[in-house]
């Protein structure tokens, strides 16, 4: 069975919920919609305090060719356009809206009925998928119709349907490929039309044997679309690491992307919002959200309105337990501890998982023993320990030129650390501050 | 016998010639160095912190030297000497010192544990740099003093420190040379390289948060909420609010304290006055420092709302 060449670690899996159905969520009394919920420039608020919206209205205009529309989630008038504390601890813009009822835009499908038949042209897709404002629902949350337009000389021979889901705890993907396997391929094939290609694979780890076994069946309605099971291997979700495991092709170090080995990833999770984006006139405001945790009375998935507080979906699963230690936006591997469960849930929200006293606290660190495992782990082929050494002694220079900007922050060194050093903390200082030196060098020239 | 006479005659002979090749060559490829650059840098303290901006101490009087051959030492100040090592680099140039007045790092901001509740913590490795760049920190304040050190551990002088208490940084007057390594080295720059007044004495907005005030309200206590009422109170424009916050030109401020008495958040801070007087409208230029050290009586002060009035703050 396939999977990725370098690296990789293997985190206790932990899919408390993958059995439970998606249960719609409730209503929030108020949704608090960020404007910057994707990679790229924020958008631009284009509604006012007072102002009356439906769900699905747009409320918010990309900021940037690199940037996506926001629609409301809910309906009611708009409060106020204020900051609030996103999952990074930071405030950012945000519009705030009372709901009142729920009154959809008069053009949304709502209507279960499957819709498989697509006579629109490729560039017809891109603007349809460009004006329901989908960005990368797996976390990563970039604006997809830019994915769609290749840069000049590059094209895509195939699209890789992401259902790898190998963070542990997660399941939303799961559920949703259980629930809308039609829907997804419906959108995968209608990827591959935008992207003018006739092959498509679906990848899926192989501790979902019931989806790759749904999947594989319904496929055989549709051409060109193959579903690949891949032996279980953490970062497999990562885009790099997924078209090595599939299509054995390598991405060079930036600034290439996927595109120019001819591949382009996209989440189950997105391939769903394609579907009712182009079939149904839906624009993106709502998605499947994961809460979990091993002290969590009901572990569930939620199909949330984008604005929900987190607090909201703790208290549908079960409430917060009394051994909460950290409550995480995402997975424990990638996602990010919050400050506040006020935060909104995003396009970009995948899971909340509730970590107890004892699983949340972090060993103490010790010195570096020279044991090398995070390099063998690292699914990037870096050197963690001397980036993490570099950045501690702030070499800027020596770490760009060690690559840090290849590091995907996946946490396979942190995790697979005998010393439990923070590898990544150093990492990440590291690679915010390189990032910044060459988009300052960038802009000299 | 032969052959140690043979080892010593030969050894000795390729001594002798690499010493005349050594000694012909240092004549051939000497590099003039001014003599006074060796001057300059026997009066520089030799602490190599970088402060003047150059690197270390040699390179300064190398950039001393170049200037005053251009005429002026204007814009040159070695940080931790001061104007005395400035002089005595002066007269060794032949030159008139620029005048410089001494400056200070102070720490603009006053969330102590006490101000600025904890609402989360931050369990990640001990520096600043790193807090700043993987979260917004321990409090609702995004803009404020993380408390890890990396002040600390950048002064080459000694001169910063925890105060365990409030776990803020606290400058000692004394060591602080103001080089900026603190500066440079704070991922929020809150620290700021300041005038240090006459006799020490300087006004200070011990806030640099960015938010409205509702937001600064909610996150600590004693955070500038933008309201203006320094601004408008202070008589020679040495007050500006931008950005929601408000910030005091050292180089206008005369010292009057108005602002401080104004200011309904006790975010102005006046270092090294004497203790108020226990009245009312106290003279503008600072009182004299017999007066006792009590509270001075809730008044209501000219332009403030009589609902929002507090104690006067004693300042050391």
Known sequence: ?445 | MNVILIAVISLGAIGLIAAIVLYLASKKFAVYEDPRINQVAAVLPQANCGGCGYPGCNGFAGACVKAADAGSLEGKLCPVGGAAVMEKVAGILGMQAAETEPRIAVVRCNGSCENRPRIAEYDGVRSCAIANATSGGETGCTYGCLGCGDCVAACKFGAIHMNPETGLPEVDEEKCTACGACAKACPRMIIEIRLKGKKGRRMIVKCVNKDKGAVVNKACAVGCIACGKCEKVCAFGAITIANNVSYIDAEKCKLCRKCEEACPKHTIHAINFPPRKPKPEVAPEAAPATAKPVEAPATPKVETPAKEEVKVNESK
Not at chain 1, 9 to 29: F, G, Q, R, T, Y
Not at chain 1, 168 to 177: C, E, K, N, S, V
Not at chain 1, 239 to 246: F, M, T, Y
């Open chain 1, 1 to 445: 069975m396939k999977t990725f060449k370098i690296g990789g670690v293997h985190p206790a899996a932990n899919k408390l919920s993958a059995d439970k159905a998606i249960e719609v969520l409730a209503l929030p009394k108020q949704a608090i919609i960020p404007l910057s919920q994707h990679i790229g420039a924020p958008a631009k608020a284009i509604v006012d305090k007072g102002a009356v919206v439906k769900v699905g209205t747009k409320i918010a205009e990309a900021g940037g060719f690199v940037s996506a529309d926001i629609f409301s989630s809910v309906s009611g008038k708009v409060m106020k356009i204020d900051t609030i504390p996103d999952a990074s601890g930071y405030r950012k813009p945000a519009i705030f809206i009372n709901v009142e009822g729920d009154e959809w835009e008069e053009t949304i499908d709502r209507s279960d009925a499957l819709v498989k038949e697509c006579d629109l042209t490729p560039e017809e897709i891109v603007a349809k998928i460009k004006a329901a404002g989908i960005v990368g629902m797996g976390g990563a949350t970039f604006p997809t119709h830019v994915k769609l337009m290749p840069p000049p000389g590059a094209k895509a021979d195939c699209v890789i349907i992401n259902g790898v889901e190998c963070e542990p705890y997660l399941t939303a993907d799961h559920r949703l490929m259980l629930e809308k396997p039609e829907e997804i391929l419906v959108g995968t094939t209608i990827l591959m039309k935008a992207a003018k290609v006739d092959k498509a694979y679906i990848a899926i780890e192989n501790n979902k044997p019931d989806a790759i076994k749904l999947l594989s069946e319904k496929a055989k309605d549709f051409k060109g679309i193959e579903i690949v099971p891949l032996k279980v291997k953490y970062p497999q979700g990562g885009e790099k690491q997924l078209i090595d495991a599939v299509v054995n092709r390598q991405v060079p170090a930036p600034p290439a992307i996927p595109i120019n080995v001819g591949a382009i990833v996209q989440n189950v999770g997105t391939a769903f919002a394609v579907y009712e984006a182009v079939q149904k006139n839906k624009p993106l405001f709502e998605r499947v959200v994961t809460v979990t945790g091993k002290s969590v009375a009901k572990p569930s998935n939620f199909l949330t309105r984008i604005g929900t507080p987190m607090s909201q979906l703790i208290e549908a699963a079960g409430g917060q337990p009394e051994d909460t230690g950290k409550i995480i936006s995402g997975g424990p591997m990638m996602g990010k501890a919050v400050g506040s469960v006020e935060v909104p849930i995003t396009k970009g929200s995948s899971g909340i998982l509730i970590m107890n006293d004892k699983e949340s606290k972090r060993a103490e660190e010790q010195p570096c023993i020279r044991c090398a495992k995070c390099v063998s782990a690292c699914p990037m082929g870096l050197e963690p320990y001397l980036l993490a050494t570099l950045s501690a002694h702030k070499d800027w220079e020596s770490v760009e030129k060690e690559c840090v900007m290849s590091c995907i922050e996946c946490g396979s060194c942190q995790f697979t650390c005998p010393s439990h050093r923070y590898l990544l903390d150093y990492i990440r200082m590291g690679k915010t501050t390189v990032g910044g030196i060459i988009r300052a060098r960038n802009a000299k020239k």
